[in-house]
């Protein structure tokens, strides 16, 4: 697996923003950048020719100024899943024979500290840096058999609201990382109430 990194991620403007809300969170945190990493799947060791070919797709977006920052969250997205992204980059290089079976792209959050956070102040941050429904948060660069890992489809689940109600949403809410707010659960309970049908879980996500 190659790792290349990529240009910035956010904009200055919303840059600042997250360096404002991170820092409502902890003290400890100075300042902040986010770039692109891309991470790339190759069927073998890409000659000369074909690595110029990849470094000109993978040339986009704005220059980064990195933060010489001493701790870096990388985000991918949700393992198991592919992106968006990396269905359209994929299909671009193997058009231009690039032997690779799939890119993927993540994000690097480099923090420059005062001191070292703590593990309450890491999980008051990372809500900040990720969306947990499409996205999981990493504390150091994913191997090449974590994110690009091949799972068989999964059978399909019901959730048995008929029977246990409301605790039935929130337990599924929290087991599949949905981020459903206590309305949305209620609605969706009402919802499939009228129905009288259990929810599945691929309806939930």
């Known amino acids: 697996m190659l790792q290349l990194a990529g240009p910035a ?25 986010v770039h692109f990493l891309h991470f790339i799947h190759a069927e073998r060791p890409l000659d000369e020719a074909e690595q110029i070919v990849l470094d ?48 993927e792209r993540g994000r690097a959050y480099c923090l420059k500290l005062h001191r070292s956070l703590s593990s309450t102040e890491f999980e008051e941050i990372f809500p900040l840096l990720h969306d947990r429904m499409t996205e999981t948060v990493m504390t150091e660069l994913p191997s090449e058999s974590v994110l690009f890992a091949q799972h068989d489809p999964r059978p399909l689940n019901r959730i048995d609201l008929l029977r246990e ?39 939930l996500m």
């Not at 659960?185 to 499939?192: P, T």
């Open 56 to 103: 000109a797709l993978l040339s986009y977006g704005a220059p980064v100024e990195l933060v010489q920052g001493e701790y870096e969250v990388v985000v991918v997205p949700r393992l198991g899943t592919i992106s968006p992204w990396a269905s359209r980059a994929t299909d671009i290089a193997r058009n231009c024979d690039l032997p690779v079976h799939r890119l």
């Open 9 to 33: 991620a956010e904009t200055a403007f919303r840059t600042s923003k997250l360096r404002e809300q991170l820092r409502l969170c902890s003290s400890a945190i100075q300042d902040i950048s």
């Open 165 to 203: 109600g409301e605790s039935a949403l929130s337990a599924a809410n929290q087991e599949l990382g949905l981020a459903l707010s206590d309305d949305e659960i209620r609605y969706l309970a009402e919802q499939f109430g009228v129905l009288e049908r259990d929810p599945t879980d691929v309806e």
